[in-house]
């Protein structure tokens, strides 16, 4: 019976992404009711420190040294790896992360081995032989639940489904080497940080979000005050970005990121179908808005009707008050 | 400069209506399609290009699609594309991600072209895996999350900034290569009336599996790897409450509420 | 894309609801916020006529042998429509620029297409149509403009009254009489002026209830020469050429007649849900609620009857005649009272400049008398019912 892998993404700590350590956790809890192995790999130039932050959460990790994890674009690197082991191994489960990177090794690991793809799962459970994977589906109005024909795949899970947890004590860590073939190399030329890019949104426990109605770019002050204030991410709608009040990392809808927080602060956001697909399954909703019928008003737990620069201001004040 | 760019047809979000079918599966008809958005960003994008160096120019469509199709891709070329291309098959129905990935491979592999130009994700599929999937089919470098192109066509290299977590990334590949597109590349030109008019007498051809040297039991829903288990609707978030008043009583409800959640 | 005319069940083609987008959303953005202005000031709309060309929205009536988009009835009456929803000054650019072409479209020779079109269809010209004088309005057939042949030119004297651009075209397609004695129908030819010229002037500009940026001009001709080949159509063709003139304008006017009631009930609708009285919106009165319901039901009607029409016409039904007047019809009492009613829903706003209900309903009035007035209207269709009396 195949294993059920996860692939392990690069990331800011410990050179691992947070998600690689939720979607390890989700799997963890998987190996009881599947009865199956599960395995975490990690794909780097220097694979020690991200393998054993993984092996925090994991029985075992493969380990697989590649310059080239760094000197090129990971994903088609890792899937190149990824592939020959499976070709080995066989597992019946292979998970990433809904991200850009697990999105991409999924693609490429799905052309290489065949198996199919199921993506964005809010949830992964086991029944029947096989992966089952819930989805949510046309903007969040239906749930879905698959599964593979063949009762193996590779999933990609969305951030917040799982809560990272660590194991009872470190699994162990196992150096692999795989041959085989690799896929066209695309080179990093150079890694550019820019100001004002802030922590993936879409990991975001709390978002405040502005929209069109915050009016420009110094609008954007109170609600980087509020998210600041409440220890969550600037989001911002499509009109805002368009407008070049904020960039594009932050745009949630449709064309932006979709994310999941606990609490969603609405400000001067109409809650119309492209921005909505984004954020509806958010926790607690919170509008404000000048428009009492605005569309927002059909799905925020609460709307508070008026001036957003009012509110907010007054919002951001009782909440220092709070600190003390 | 040669562009191919990969086009879906879609449910058009802004009508709400998707639905799946009987079969489990997305009901094409139940809504009008259009063009997926980011798609139109990649559309953009490759009109871009191409008018900096028009000379021998050209942007080819290339979509996997029902035979409807043809009418959703107007607004396309009424962008300024110049051709398009439709793999259309009934054998094609219902086909997941493996059998999109493997037939619009094979009609790529048909293609002259520098770029290859995909939207990160589609509105009705979300999935984001496909364009991967369709450069390892083909060998080609991939360059994902792009918010910058810039093609050297002296060197027949290509530069991207892939979007990251901090910043972006600066990729560089051998062309031809494949490009999945994101918004941030600029937002898509509206059609002139010219260019409505001038879709009209744009050609689209189209491709069959046959065509295209495939088997059908090899694609579509009848060999899906995937398939849906169940639905089930999600709970109703409960009526909206709508606090008026002055400023400071709408703030301190909504400190209330989270308190009342913990959420602060 | 949603909103009325703008869903799945309208039965446009891909591209004829592209064109209506793009219009629509240049009306929304550039057109929009200078109605006001333009009815206030009563000038000519000049950058509402550039942007126009530069959109091509100018060419689409016109052939693509001769630089046009080559746009079938309905293109022109979308783009007619989507910018009169705007400012129905505006839209009427587009319809009397059509209007004063078409004989040059319907009974113009290759040559004189190959003259006139393509300054046309970028814009650079603009055509105006005059047909009507003082004492010659609905009794067409009983103008006294005047054109004596002349060698190779013809020499025409008299006025004309209320014509639409008159005083900013750069082409006059004038209809004069060329045979006094013929039979009344036989008597007018059309001839294509091209201005300035020797003779011609504007003798007179109206103040007017509506469309106040949209020049209406009395011209004088005196003894102005216009060489034969000019000449459009035979001699003594003129009136049958107005006449099959009027059978694609009117649709036009009927589409800016469709448009003006639009942007009226959308004004009307977006009142009655923001002014509270007695506790609650307005629009949640039964009586708002049943006015602005018969406001869009009128509106679509006359919509969907103008589409019918379009569809008719080019397709040269024997019925085209019946179907134009048809269309005009309906559309101009509907506008009519679809902005009477916007204004009775805004109350004392909607009587006030402040609120652009009061120019719409002004601006509908003319959509009830030019092309025909209602009343002959009816006595097209009339007559196209009951046949000739044996």
Known sequence: MGALWVVGEPGPEHGLARISTEIATLVRDLAASSGRDVVGIVVAADPGEPAAELARYLPVVFAIQDEAADALAWSSVAAAHVAALATADAPDLILAGAGPDGRDLAGALSAQTGLGVLTNATGVAWADGGPTVEMSVFGGKLVTTSGFTANRGIVTVRPNVATATPAASPGRIEPRTVGGPTLPAVRVVERVSEAGTAAPIEEAKIIVAGGRGVGGPGGFDLVEQLAGSLGGAVGATRAAVDSGWIPYSQQIGQTGKIVKPELYLALGISGAIQHKVGMQTAGTIVAVNRDPDAPIADFADLLVVGDLFEVGAALLEQLRGRSG | ?264 | ?390
């Open chain 3, 1 to 390: 894309m949603t909103g009325p005319g703008a869903g799945p069940g309208d039965r446009l083609t891909e591209e004829q609801r592209l064109l209506r987008d793009a219009v629509r959303e240049l009306a929304d953005s550039r057109v929009a916020a200078r109605a006001a202005e333009i009815d206030r000031s009563a000038e000519f709309p000049e950058d509402m006529r550039q942007l126009l060309a530069a959109q091509d929205i100018l060419a689409l009536p016109f052939p693509e042998e001769h630089g046009g988009l080559g746009g079938d009835l309905l293109s022109v009456c979308l783009a007619v429509e989507q910018l009169s929803r705007a400012c129905a000054t505006t839209g009427l650019i587009l319809a009397a620029h059509e209007l004063g072409a078409l004989p040059i479209l319907l009974a113009g020779t290759a040559d004189q297409q190959a003259r006139w079109i393509p300054r046309l269809a970028t814009g650079e010209w603009l055509i105006c149509f005059a047909l009507t004088e003082a004492e010659a309005g609905s009794d067409a057939a009983a103008a006294r403009t005047r054109a004596i042949r002349d060698g190779d030119a013809y020499v025409i004297s008299g006025s004309k009254r209320f014509i639409t651009h008159g005083s900013v075209a750069d082409l006059v397609t004038v209809f004069a009489v060329t045979d006094p004695d013929a039979p009344r129908h036989r008597r007018l030819s059309c001839f294509v002026v091209e201005v300035p010229t020797a003779g011609f002037a504007v003798t007179r500009l109206e103040h007017k209830m509506g469309l106040r940026g949209s020049p209406t001009a009395e011209l004088a001709f005196d003894e102005v020469r216009v060489p034969a080949a000019n000449r459009v159509g035979e001699e003594g063709d003129g009136f049958g050429l107005a006449l099959r003139t009027f059978e694609r304008s009117r649709p036009a006017i009927a589409a800016q007649a469709v448009g003006i009631a639009q942007g009226a009930l959308e004004a009307a609708v977006a009142y009655a849900r923001e002014r509270r009285q007695f506790g609650q919106r307005i629009g949640d009165f039964q009586m708002i609620g049943a006015m602005l319901a018969d406001m869009d039901a009128a509106t679509e009607a006359a919509r969907q009857l103008l589409y019918a029409a379009c569809a008719e016409i080019d397709a040269a039904s024997p019925d085209a005649g019946r179907w134009s007047a048809m269309c005009k019809l309906v559309a101009g009492d509907t506008a009519m009272r679809v902005t009477t009613d916007a204004v009775q829903v805004l109350g004392g706003y909607g009587y006030i400049g402040d609120f652009p209900v009061e120019r719409m309903m002004r601006d509908a009035k003319i959509t009830q008398i030019y092309e025909g007035t209602q009343q002959i209207q009816r006595l097209v269709i009339a007559r196209a019912l009951l046949g000739k009396d044996s």
């Open chain 2, 1 to 264: 400069m040669r562009i191919v760019v990969l086009i879906k047809p879609v449910p058009d979000p802004a009508s709400a209506g998707e639905r799946l079918g009987p079969d489990g599966r997305l009901d094409r008809a139940a809504v009008p399609a259009v063009v997926n958005g980011n798609d139109e960003y990649a559309l953009e994008a490759a009109l871009k290009l191409v008018a900096l160096a028009p000379e021998g120019s050209d942007v080819t469509l290339l979509s996997m699609a029902p035979a409807s199709a043809p009418e959703t891709l107007r607004k396309a070329l009424a962008m300024g594309a110049t051709r398009g291309v439709l793999v259309t098959d009934p054998a094609l129905a219902g086909a997941d991600a493996v059998s999109t990935a493997r037939v619009l491979a094979a009609a790529l592999r048909e293609l002259e072209f520098d770029l290859a130009l995909a939207g990160v994700d589609t509105s009705d599929g979300v999935g984001g895996t496909v364009s991967a999937a369709v450069a390892a089919h083909l060998g080609l470098p991939f360059l994902s999350y792009a918010a910058r192109i810039e093609p050297d066509e002296a060197a027949k290299a290509v530069r991207v900034r892939r979007i990251s977590p901090t910043g972006y990334d600066l990729l560089e590949a051998p062309m031809p290569a494949l490009i999945s597109c994101t918004q941030a590349l600029g937002e898509p030109r509206y059609p002139s009336l010219k260019g409505i008019m001038a879709a009209r007498s744009k050609e689209i051809v189209s491709r069959s599996l046959a065509d295209l040297g495939i088997d059908q039991a090899t694609v579509g829903g009848a060999v899906a790897t995937t398939a849906v288990l169940g639905t089930r609707t999600p709970p109703a978030r409960g009526a909206t409450e709508i606090v008026r008043g002055t400023p400071a009583e709408g703030a301190s409800r909504i400190v209330e509420l989270l308190a009342a959640r913990r959420l602060i």
